[in-house]
């Protein structure tokens, strides 16, 4: 199971240390308006004590404080890939693909993982376009050898319809922000399991 923390909407140490209590161990930092960075190395601390890997989102510089980058198409199109890869080293670069063709594209000497979406319709990300639906996610899955993430829309009662799509795990938001973190956290990695 994959998180994406926003700083911004919730209170990112205390949220990400219940999400990690409830099993989760792929965060992704995704600080589209950026962090300080004594937040960000604690939060990274955390996830990597219980055996996890933090991700920021899109920012290359700031990758290299936890242990990788995901980017988007736009944002990939705009880097050099192999600087980026060299830069990193064996850090973890992941890219957005919301068709196979993107998938296929996705060079495995440059990309670790494809997150194929939106899944569903998503309000978490404004920009994310039209939904891909099952099929369409599917058709990105099986596009690529590399590991594949669903995101967008999902939450604990689509995690069935998201596991269809063949990918390795799923990425949810909004879906674990609520009362109790911890727990939706564990029901989310119960039922993917």
Not at 38 to 51: C, D, K, Q, Y
Not at 83 to 90: E, F, I
Not at 91 to 105: D, H, K, N, V, Y
Not at 138 to 147: D, G, I, M, S, W
Request: glycine fraction near 12%.
């Amino acid at each position: 199971m994959y998180a994406l923390v926003d700083p911004h909407t919730v209170e990112p140490i205390a949220f990400t240390e219940a999400l990690l209590r409830g099993g989760i161990r792929i965060v992704q930092i995704r600080a589209k308006d950026g962090i300080d960075g004594a937040t960000l190395i604690a939060l990274v601390s955390r996830v990597r004590a219980s055996g996890g890997i933090a991700i920021v989102n899109d920012d290359v510089g700031l990758a290299r404080l936890a242990d990788g980058v995901h980017l988007g198409q736009e944002d990939a199109a705009a880097l050099d890939l192999p600087a980026v890869r060299h830069a990193l080293g064996r850090g973890i670069i992941g890219l957005s693909c919301g068709t196979p063709q993107e998938a296929r594209a996705a060079d495995p000497a440059l990309i670790d993982y494809v997150a194929a979406g939106p899944l569903f319709a998503t309000a978490t990300k404004t920009d994310a376009g039209l939904p891909i639906g099952i099929s369409g996610a599917r058709a990105v899955v099986e596009a690529t050898a590399l590991p594949c993430a669903v995101i967008g829309g999902i939450t604990l009662d689509r995690l069935a319809a998201a596991r269809e799509t063949g990918a390795a795990m799923a990425a949810l938001a909004s879906a674990l922000v609520g009362d109790d973190p911890e727990a939706t956290a564990r029901s989310c990695v119960e039922r993917w399991g």
